[in-house]
C-alpha cells in the first residue's frame, strides 16, 4: 500500500528548487542549460563532499498535465538529471503555482530525499522556500515546494554586474542569519550556490533547496557548518565582484585568474567595501591551510552572524532627485500666427501702431469724465468709510458677547503640544507584557532610542494576536487633536482612546475606541471628531520586516499635540 506523509501544508506563494528550476523572470533555456552543465562541478569545487550514485532507476515517464494526488498538475518539467526530475506544476486545490521534484521509489536516494523534506518542512522558517508536501505513492516520491513568480536568481541580478553596496550588505545578512538558525535545528544546505538564493520583488531574501537539494545530488560534508559558511563567503565575493573565488568559471561568472590563490575583492574590483571585501575572505579562509592569514576566519554562520553584527551598519542610499526640465517660455508675437518660426537667437521687430488722432472736443470730453469721476469716487469712499466705522464697533460687541455669552466658539488657538506622565505596554491577546523596562523610549524626544516588539514569524504577528501597543497616561483628561508615531520600518497603527469619564486607566482592549489610523514610518493620526481622553491606545496591527529576516515593532518617537 501507498505511504504518504503531509509535511506542510498552506504556506503563501511559491517558488522553484536550485539550478533545478527556472522562474518566470531568469535565465533563458540556453542560460539554465549552461547553468546545470556547470552544477555539476560546484560541490568539489566548494568541498561539499562526493556524489553517490543514483542507482539504475530511470526517471519516471511523466508528461505535461499528469496529476499528482489528483491535485498537482504538472505543466513543465525544468531539470531532468541523475534519475529524477524537476516540475513547474500547479496545484488546483489552492490554485496557485508549485515546484514538484518527482523520483522512483526505488532509486538509490529516494529515502533520503523524503528524510531531509520533512525535516526542512518542520524548519517553518519564511526565510527558506517552504517544503509544502513529501509523499511517497503510486511507486514514485516527489516534493512539492513554494515557487515565487515574482523571485530573481543572485545568478540573473548579477549578469549586468555586481551588486550595489547596500543590496550586498542586506543578502549576506539576511542568508548567514537563516543559515544560523538552520544549523541550530540540525540543517545544513551543502548546495548553497547564486542558484539557490533569491530576491523576492520586496527585497527579501530566500533560500530553496534546504537539505533537500543536497539529498537529490547525494552531496554530504564531513563539516557542514564550515562548508556552508564558506558558501555564503562565496556568495558574498561574487555580489561584490561579479566573479567566482575559484578557478573554474561557474553560474555565468569567470573564475579567479589560474595560479594566483584566492585574493580579496577590493583587490579584484576597484570600489569595493573594504569591510564587506574582509568578511567575505573570513568566510572563504576557514580551513588551516588559509587561517593563519586570516587570525579571525570565520568557521559557522553563527560567527558570520556575529561578524557581521560588528560591522558599521551599511545605510540605504539616498533616493536621487532628478530635477524637472527647465521651464521653456513660448512668447506669441502679434503679427506672426500663421507664419514660419523665425531662427533661434532672431527676435522679430513688432511694429508700433500710431497713436490715435484725438481732436479739442474728445479732449474736453475726456478731462470732464475724469472730473466727475474724482468726485464720485471721494464721496463714495467718505460713505464706505463712515459704513465700516459704524459696522466695525457693532463686530466688537458681537465678538464680546459671543466670547462671554460661551454660545459660540471664540477663535480656536494654535495646538499646544501634550505632555505623557506614563506609558504601559499592553498586551492583552498574548502573555500580558512585552517589553515593559523600554515602554519610556517611545516618548523620550530621542529618536536614535526606542521601544521594541518581540519577534514574529509574519507582518501579522504571525496569526498569533491581532495586535499589541502601549497606553498613555495624558495625567488628566484632554482635547486630543493629533498624534504622531514615529517607526523604524513601515507599520500599521491605530488610535484608540478610552472614555473621558474613565477614573482608572482600562486594561480592556473593548475599553478603547478606535478614532484614527494609518501607517508607515512617520503617521500622523488626525480623530475625525473631537476626542477627549486621558488614556490613549497606541495599537500595532501589522509589523515590518527586519534585517535578520523576522517580523518586529519598533517605536521611535510619539508625539500628542491638543
Known amino acids: ?24 523572470d531568469q535565465s533563458t533555456a540556453d542560460g539554465v542549460a549552461k547553468n546545470r552543465e556547470l552544477d555539476t562541478e560546484d560541490v568539489e569545487a566548494q568541498g561539499s563532499g562526493g556524489t553517490e550514485s543514483p542507482g539504475k532507476a ?24 541523475d534519475g529524477f526530475s524537476s516540475w513547474r506544476a500547479v496545484d488546483e486545490k489552492l490554485r496557485r503555482a508549485v515546484g514538484v521534484h518527482i523520483l522512483p521509489a526505488d532509486h538509490a536516494r529516494a529515502r533520503s530525499v523524503l528524510a531531509a523534506a520533512r525535516s526542512s518542512a518542520l524548519l517553518g522558517d519564511p526565510r527558506f522556500v517552504q517544503v509544502l508536501d513529501a509523499v511517497e505513492e ?106 567566482w573565488p575559484y578557478e573554474n568559471d561557474a553560474y555565468g561568472l569567470a573564475g579567479l585568474p589560474k595560479d594566483v ?8 574590483r576597484a570600489g569595493v567595501h573594504r569591510g564587506l571585501s574582509e568578511l567575505s ?27 557581521i553584527g560588528e560591522m558599521p551598519r551599511i545605510r540605504p542610499p539616498e533616493p ?29 521687430p513688432v511694429p508700433t501702431p500710431p497713436p490715435p488722432l484725438q481732436s479739442r472736443t474728445g479732449r474736453a470730453l475726456k478731462w470732464a469724465v475724469s472730473a466727475l469721476l474724482i468726485a464720485a469716487l471721494g464721496l463714495g469712499s467718505w460713505q464706505l468709510a463712515d459704513a465700516l466705522m459704524d459696522q466695525g464697533g457693532k463686530s466688537d460687541e458681537n465678538q464680546t458677547q459671543t466670547t462671554d455669552d460661551g454660545d459660540k466658539n471664540p477663535t480656536k488657538a494654535a495646538s499646544a503640544p501634550i505632555t505623557i506622565a506614563k506609558g504601559y505596554d499592553f498586551d492583552p491577546f498574548g502573555d500580558g507584557s512585552e ?39 495624558l495625567g488628566k483628561v484632554q482635547d486630543i487633536g493629533k498624534v504622531t508615531v514615529t517607526f523604524m520600518g513601515d507599520t500599521s497603527v ?69
Not at 174 to 180: D, E, L, R, T
Not at 281 to 307: F, I, Q, W, Y
Request: glycine share 6%; with cysteine; proline share 6%.
Open 320 to 348: 536621487t532627485f532628478t530635477a524637472p526640465p527647465e521651464y521653456q517660455r513660448t512668447t506669441y508675437q502679434q503679427g506672426t500666427y500663421g507664419r514660419p518660426a523665425p531662427h533661434p537667437g532672431v527676435t522679430q
Open 435 to 473: 517589553k515593559p523596562n523600554d515602554i519610556k523610549k517611545a516618548y523620550d524626544n530621542d529618536t536614535s532610542s526606542y521601544w521594541q516588539t518581540d519577534f514574529y514569524k509574519g507582518a501579522d504577528f504571525g496569526n498569533l494576536k491581532p495586535g499589541l501597543g502601549i497606553i498613555l497616561d
Open 261 to 268: 590563490g584566492l585574493i580579496a575583492p577590493d583587490q579584484v
Open 58 to 81: 530511470s526517471p519516471p515517464e511523466l508528461h505535461s498535465g499528469h496529476k499528482l494526488a489528483r491535485r498537482y498538475r504538472l505543466e513543465e518539467c525544468v531539470t531532468r538529471l
Open 138 to 243: 503510486n511507486d514514485l516520491v516527489y516534493v512539492v515546494h513554494e515557487w515565487l513568480p515574482d523571485a530573481t536568481e543572485l545568478t540573473a541580478l548579477l549578469a549586468p554586474g555586481p551588486l550595489e553596496v547596500f543590496d550586498a550588505y542586506q543578502m549576506v545578512s539576511q542568508v548567514a542569519s537563516a543559515m544560523a538558525a538552520a544549523h541550530r535545528e540540525g540543517l545544513a544546505h551543502l548546495r548553497l550556490n547564486p542558484n539557490a538564493v533569491l530576491r523576492t520583488s520586496s527585497g527579501q531574501w530566500r533560500i530553496r533547496g534546504l537539505a533537500v537539494n543536497a539529498a537529490l545530488r547525494g552531496a554530504s560534508s564531513e563539516t557542514p557548518q564550515r562548508t556552508d559558511t564558506e558558501a555564503i563567503g562565496a556568495l558574498l565575493y561574487a555580489a561584490l565582484t561579479q566573479r
Open 1 to 24: 500500500m501507498a505511504e504518504r506523509s503531509t509535511a506542510a501544508v498552506d504556506v503563501a506563494d511559491n517558488s522553484g528548487d536550485e539550478p533545478l528550476t527556472a522562474q518566470a
Open 281 to 307: 575572505m573570513r568566510a572563504l579562509a576557514n580551513d588551516g591551510a588559509t587561517a593563519s592569514r586570516h587570525e579571525s576566519a570565520c568557521t559557522t554562520p553563527e560567527e558570520l552572524v556575529k561578524a
Open 494 to 562: 491605530e488610535l484608540r482612546a478610552a472614555s473621558s469619564d474613565a477614573s482608572s486607566r482600562p486594561t480592556s482592549f473593548d475599553a478603547y475606541t478606535k478614532v484614527a489610523e494609518g501607517s508607515g514610518t512617520g503617521v500622523p493620526l488626525k480623530p475625525d471628531k473631537a476626542v477627549k481622553s486621558r488614556y490613549l491606545l497606541i495599537w500595532l496591527t501589522k509589523l515590518p520586516l527586519t534585517d535578520e529576516g523576522n517580523y518586529r515593532g519598533r517605536v521611535a518617537d510619539i508625539k500628542i499635540a491638543s
